[in-house]
C-alpha cells in the first residue's frame, strides 16, 4: 500500500458561503443543493505546479510591465508577504497571478465602463513565484477604489486580486487583499461575505515601513495561508 | 496553526491576470492519447449561461498519471502533457478545452476511477470555487466507479456524464455545468 497523504477539509468557517444576500450576484451563481463529500483521492492531491514555469523579466514590476517603456501613474507600493499552509509550512515555488484596478480605479477590461481614465502604462496585472521559504515580493500601484452596481452608491474598496495554486488541486486559492484603514471596507459586501471577523481581519493588507524604501515606495505585508495536509495519512491506493 | 485565507470572487474582470495567454489547448500533435474536445456552457440559477465563468481542468494523461511527484504510479509520462488548462467563454458563453482522454486512475481501498476530469468553476458573483468532475459517457468503468456511486441520488449521477459527439471527424464531450436549479450539477466538498 502506498501512503496518500490528503489535504485538510475546506475550511467553511473562513471562506464565504455561496450565497451572500448583500451581494446580490452570488444569489443565482451558487450551488443551493448540499455538496457531495468526496473523500480525497490521487486525482485531488495533485494538481498543477507550473514548476517549469519562466517568467519575463519584469512580470513582477505592474509599474512597467505594460511594454510602453514608461511608468505607470499612481503611489507606487511593494507588496510583500508569506504563502504558507494551515501548519505554518511555507508553500515553496507556488505561482502568485495579480490583477488589479488602475490608480483612478479603473480595469483595463473592455467590460468596465467607469469614466475613470485609463492609464496606458498600466496593464495590472502581473505575476511572481515563492521563493524556498515560501516568500514573495512584487512592484505596483496603489488601485484606487470603483463605484459598482451592486446597491444604491456602492463602492468597492482599495484591492488586489491574487489567484494561487499551492501544492495540490484541492489548495487552489483565489481572493482579494484590502489595505489597512479603507473606510470602504466595513460597507463592502464581498469583505464582509467572510463569515467571520477574523476570517475578514485576513483579508487586510498591514502597513510594513521595513518594507517602505526612502524616496521610492510604501511597503505592505499580506500573508497567504492555503489548506494544509493532514497529520495522519491514512493508506491509499497501491 | 494557521487559518486559511478566505477565498474571495474572481470578480468581472478576471481575465486581465487569468486569461491573457489562452491556456486552453492542452494537448499538441505529439500528446499520447485520443484527441477531445470538451465544451459547454454554465448555467445560472435563472438558466442563462454565464459569460464570466472560468473553468480550470485538472486530468491525468492517456495513460492515467498525473503529473505530479505526489503520483508514483509506474506508468508513463507525457513530456507534452500537464494536465491542467483554463478556459474563459466566447461570445456564445461557451469553454473549451483541446485535450486527451485521461487514463483510469486509482482510486482508494485498491478501487478504480473511470476516466475523469477534475473541474474548478469561478465566477463574478461566486465568492467560492466548486469543485465538480467531468466523466465521459459510455465509459465502461462509470458504474463502477466509487466517487460516482457515492452520491446517493443516483439522478444526480446523471449531471457529472458529458455526451458525446463527432463533428469533422473530431470527438466533441459536451458538459454543461448548472450552478443551480432542477439539474444542479453536482458539487464536492473535497
Same mark, same amino acid.
Given at each position: 500500500?502506498?501512503? &496518500?497523504k490528503?489535504?485538510?477539509?475546506?475550511?467553511?468557517?473562513? !471562506?464565504?458561503?455561496?450565497?451572500?444576500?448583500?451581494?446580490?450576484?452570488?444569489?443565482k451563481?451558487?450551488?443551493?443543493?448540499k455538496?457531495?463529500?468526496?473523500?480525497q483521492?490521487?486525482?485531488?492531491?495533485?494538481?498543477?505546479?507550473?514548476?517549469?514555469?519562466?517568467?519575463?523579466?519584469?512580470?513582477?514590476? &505592474?509599474?512597467?510591465?505594460?511594454?510602453?517603456?514608461?511608468?505607470?501613474?499612481?503611489?507606487?507600493?511593494?507588496?510583500?508577504?508569506r504563502?504558507?499552509?494551515?501548519?505554518?509550512?511555507?508553500?515553496?515555488?507556488?505561482?502568485?497571478?495579480?490583477?488589479?484596478?488602475?490608480?483612478?480605479?479603473?480595469?483595463? !477590461?473592455?467590460?468596465?465602463? !467607469?469614466?475613470?481614465? &485609463?492609464d496606458?502604462?498600466?496593464i495590472?496585472?502581473?505575476?511572481?513565484?515563492?521563493?524556498?521559504m515560501?516568500?514573495?515580493?512584487?512592484?505596483?500601484i496603489?488601485?484606487?477604489a470603483?463605484?459598482?452596481?451592486?446597491?444604491?452608491?456602492?463602492?468597492?474598496?482599495a484591492?488586489?486580486?491574487?489567484?494561487?495554486?499551492?501544492?495540490?488541486?484541492?489548495?487552489?486559492?483565489?481572493?482579494?487583499?484590502?489595505f489597512?484603514?479603507?473606510?470602504?471596507?466595513?460597507l463592502?459586501?464581498?469583505?464582509?461575505?467572510?463569515?467571520?471577523?477574523?476570517?475578514r481581519?485576513?483579508?487586510?493588507?498591514?502597513?510594513? !515601513?521595513?518594507?517602505?524604501?526612502?524616496?521610492?515606495?510604501?511597503?505592505?505585508?499580506?500573508d497567504?495561508?492555503?489548506?494544509?495536509?493532514k497529520?495522519?495519512?491514512?493508506?491509499?491506493?497501491? | 496553526?494557521?487559518k486559511? #485565507?478566505?477565498?474571495?470572487?474572481?470578480?468581472?474582470?478576471?481575465?486581465?491576470?487569468?486569461?491573457?495567454?489562452?491556456?486552453?489547448?492542452?494537448a499538441?500533435?505529439?500528446?499520447?492519447?485520443?484527441?477531445?474536445?470538451?465544451e459547454?456552457?454554465?448555467?445560472?440559477?435563472?438558466?442563462?449561461?454565464?459569460?464570466?465563468?472560468?473553468?480550470?481542468?485538472?486530468?491525468?494523461?492517456?495513460?492515467?498519471?498525473?503529473? *505530479?511527484?505526489?503520483?508514483?504510479?509506474?506508468?508513463?509520462?507525457?513530456? #507534452?502533457f500537464?494536465g491542467?488548462?483554463?478556459?474563459?467563454?466566447?461570445?456564445?458563453c461557451?469553454?473549451?478545452?483541446?485535450?486527451?482522454?485521461?487514463?483510469?486512475?486509482p482510486?482508494?481501498?485498491?478501487?478504480?476511477?473511470?476516466? *475523469?476530469?477534475?473541474?474548478?468553476?469561478?465566477?463574478?458573483?461566486m465568492?467560492?470555487?466548486a =469543485?465538480?468532475?467531468?466523466? =465521459?459517457?459510455?465509459?465502461?468503468?462509470n458504474?463502477?466507479?466509487?466517487?460516482?456511486?457515492?452520491?446517493?441520488?443516483?439522478?444526480?449521477?446523471r #449531471?457529472?456524464?458529458?455526451?458525446?459527439?463527432?463533428?469533422?471527424?473530431?470527438?466533441?464531450? *459536451?458538459?454543461?455545468?448548472?450552478?443551480q436549479?432542477?439539474?444542479?450539477?453536482? =458539487? =464536492?466538498d473535497?
Amino acid at each position: 500500500m502506498l501512503t &496518500l497523504k490528503t489535504y485538510n477539509p475546506r475550511d467553511w468557517r473562513s !471562506h464565504p458561503p455561496y450565497s451572500f444576500k448583500a451581494y446580490g450576484s452570488s444569489l443565482k451563481r451558487g450551488p443551493l443543493k448540499k455538496l457531495v463529500p468526496l473523500q480525497q483521492t490521487l486525482s485531488e492531491i495533485t494538481g498543477p505546479l507550473f514548476s517549469d514555469i519562466k517568467l519575463e523579466p519584469g512580470e513582477d514590476d &505592474l509599474t512597467r510591465n505594460a511594454g510602453t517603456g514608461k511608468e505607470a501613474l499612481g503611489e507606487r507600493i511593494i507588496v510583500v508577504g508569506r504563502v504558507l499552509d494551515e501548519d505554518d509550512r511555507p508553500v515553496p515555488h507556488t505561482l502568485i497571478d495579480i490583477w488589479q484596478a488602475n490608480a483612478a480605479g479603473r480595469y483595463h !477590461h473592455p467590460v468596465d465602463q !467607469h469614466h475613470a481614465p &485609463l492609464d496606458p502604462n498600466f496593464i495590472g496585472a502581473g505575476r511572481c513565484v515563492t521563493n524556498a521559504m515560501g516568500e514573495y515580493r512584487y512592484l505596483t500601484i496603489k488601485p484606487g477604489a470603483y463605484p459598482w452596481l451592486n446597491h444604491p452608491n456602492a463602492w468597492r474598496p482599495a484591492h488586489i486580486h491574487l489567484s494561487l495554486f499551492g501544492p495540490a488541486f484541492v489548495t487552489r486559492l483565489v481572493t482579494q487583499f484590502y489595505f489597512p484603514g479603507d473606510p470602504l471596507i466595513p460597507l463592502d459586501p464581498i469583505f464582509n461575505s467572510v463569515p467571520t471577523k477574523k476570517g475578514r481581519q485576513r483579508l487586510l493588507s498591514s502597513y510594513a !515601513h521595513d518594507v517602505t524604501e526612502p524616496e521610492f515606495a510604501l511597503g505592505y505585508r499580506f500573508d497567504i495561508v492555503l489548506r494544509g495536509r493532514k497529520a495522519t495519512p491514512f493508506e491509499g491506493p497501491q | 496553526m494557521s487559518k486559511e #485565507t478566505p477565498s474571495q470572487t474572481v470578480g468581472p474582470f478576471y481575465a486581465i491576470g487569468l486569461t491573457r495567454h489562452p491556456l486552453s489547448v492542452m494537448a499538441n500533435d505529439s500528446t499520447q492519447g485520443e484527441r477531445i474536445r470538451i465544451e459547454g456552457q454554465v448555467f445560472d440559477g435563472d438558466g442563462v449561461a454565464i459569460p464570466d465563468v472560468l473553468v480550470e481542468i485538472w486530468q491525468a494523461n492517456a495513460y492515467g498519471r498525473y503529473h *505530479h511527484p505526489d503520483d508514483k504510479q509506474e506508468k508513463p509520462l507525457d513530456p #507534452t502533457f500537464t494536465g491542467w488548462g483554463r478556459s474563459g467563454t466566447d461570445p456564445n458563453c461557451i469553454y473549451s478545452f483541446e485535450t486527451v482522454k485521461p487514463g483510469s486512475v486509482p482510486g482508494n481501498d485498491e478501487s478504480v476511477q473511470a476516466p *475523469h476530469v477534475n473541474v474548478c468553476v469561478m465566477a463574478r458573483g461566486m465568492l467560492v470555487h466548486a =469543485f465538480t468532475r467531468i466523466y =465521459f459517457a459510455g465509459e465502461r468503468l462509470n458504474d463502477r466507479d466509487p466517487v460516482l456511486k457515492s452520491i446517493k441520488n443516483k439522478a444526480r449521477r446523471r #449531471t457529472l456524464i458529458a455526451s458525446r459527439d463527432e463533428q469533422d471527424g473530431k470527438t466533441i464531450y *459536451h458538459f454543461d455545468i448548472r450552478l443551480q436549479g432542477e439539474n444542479e450539477t453536482v =458539487f =464536492f466538498d473535497m
